[in-house]
């Protein structure tokens, strides 16, 4: 089974003391935007374009072709806003970023306000990584004493100031215009794109939008080389990723694994998930959080890439793999992530406002052994109201949690139709008291 070949974002996990500033110098952090310092910023983004890396937040944009949509000659300054939301169930990487490598983050963010020519940057953290938070804020503290931020960085004639925000713990604010609107100080509803937040931003102002695993990516590219990091990746696709593995599965956890990864090869790698547990098998697995399409057990050897779950219908997502076992029930499960996104939605759009609860309550319906004939069909039309699907991506609201609560839907039904037909024609759940699986799919 294929381990990462390089580690990355993981490579000081482990190691003593491995959030401070003494430890990420003492494995060479920090030369690397001494490095990058003394490059001219076009040829920064260049780079990154070269290395392929992509988007590790949800959409997997290229990284360097967004960077390149920045006005160059804007009089406007320019705003760095780093996404530390996860709030994807399913997803919890970025938390241990900020807990054990926060330096690698901070050198990332450093290079790319070189780059971009931004001075101000913020990273917005979900409102419950209070500890992340903390620790990140040390970290910056940390750097400002060592002149990496503040007027002169690393003795440079470039000023840069970085700043923790705390969210409020709304799933919307992970959307990078609602994420903007919060750093405002507004309600967190998404805007209407375009224009895009690389012209029209953060306070009206150029804004490139990053994730975590992104911007930590960024120190290992000019470290080794865009052509070594490409390489790691297949075409379009560079470096390695980390992903979330829970659900029924002898070893959960996030690991750094590389892109021709299969499902498959995750779960079952005695150096990631390490099987089943005992009498259990895949029923069926979620590869990208809870708003990509299921994976039914006959799908799971495709890789952990961007553009071969693309070819499958499906999405890498933000890396969360949800595996559900054979004693899990897919209704009950199905119910679970909607009522989620029913309670997430900030209501401004009416397909999402009044559809994601009508779902809701159908699952529930059907879950409780109350369903009817033609409640599937009228799931199916409410999910297909609000998100067309295939193709994804086609949705009718401003941002992506109507079609976040509409691809499940659309999948587990359409995959799994026989049991949601079951729970109706018996009128109770076929699986009584352990509707869950071993491990308790889906409560990650």
Request: contains cysteine; hydrophobic residues 40%.
């Amino acid at each position: 089974m294929p381990l990462a070949a390089e580690k990355i974002i993981t490579r000081n996990w482990g190691r003593p003391d491995s959030w401070t500033l003494a430890a990420y110098k003492g494995t060479g952090g920090y030369a690397t935007l001494e490095k990058a310092l003394g490059m001219q910023p076009a040829h920064i983004i260049d780079e990154v374009k070269k290395s392929n890396l992509r988007g590790r937040g949800g959409a997997g944009f290229p990284t360097g072709m967004k960077w390149s949509f920045v006005p160059k000659d804007s009089p406007k300054p320019k705003y760095l806003a780093v996404n530390a939301d996860e709030s994807e169930p399913g997803t919890f990487k970025d938390r241990y970023i900020l807990e054990y490598d926060p330096h690698m983050l901070l050198e990332g963010i450093a290079i790319a306000s070189f780059g971009l020519g931004v001075h101000t940057a913020y990273v917005y953290v979900r409102g419950e990584f209070k500890f992340q938070a903390d620790r990140l804020q040390k970290a910056i503290d940390e750097a400002y004493k060592a002149g990496i931020f503040g007027k002169k960085v690393l003795g440079r004639d470039f000023a840069l100031d970085c700043y923790v925000v705390r969210g409020a713990g709304a799933y919307i604010c992970g959307e990078e215009t609602g994420m903007l609107e919060s750093l405002e100080g507004k309600k967190g509803w998404p805007r209407l794109k375009p224009p895009f937040p690389a012209v029209v931003g953060l306070f009206g102002c150029p804004t490139v939008v990053n994730n975590v695993e992104t911007l930590a990516n960024v120190p290992a590219i000019f470290q080794k080389g865009a052509d070594w990091f490409a390489k790691l990746g297949p075409e379009k696709s560079g470096g390695t990723r980390m992903v979330c593995l829970s659900g029924s599965v002898n070893r959960p956890g996030v690991f750094e694994v590389m892109l021709s990864t299969t499902v498959r090869e995750l779960i079952e790698s005695p150096d990631f998930g390490q099987g089943m547990p005992p009498g259990r098998k895949v029923k069926a697995v979620i590869p990208g959080g809870s708003s990509a399409p299921v994976l039914a057990a006959d799908e799971i050897d495709v890789a952990l890439e961007f553009e071969a779950l693309k070819v499958v219908q499906n999405m890498a997502g933000s890396g969360g793999v949800i595996v559900m076992d054979d004693a899990t029930c897919m209704v009950r499960s199905l119910w679970r992530v909607s009522r989620f996104y029913a309670e997430e939605s900030c209501g401004q759009c009416t397909p999402c406002r009044e559809g994601t609860p009508w779902m809701t309550r159908l699952l529930r319906k059907l879950e409780e052994g109350r369903g009817e004939d033609g409640d599937l069909e009228t799931l199916l039309n409410v999910a297909q109201s609000i998100a067309p699907y295939p193709p994804m991506g086609l949705g009718q609201t401003i941002c992506a949690l109507g079609d976040a609560a509409a691809l499940p839907v659309h999948s587990f039904i359409v995959k799994f139709r026989q049991e949601f037909e079951d729970h109706i024609r018996l009128g109770k759940c076929p699986f009584g008291d352990k509707p869950w699986g071993h491990y308790g799919a889906m409560t990650a």
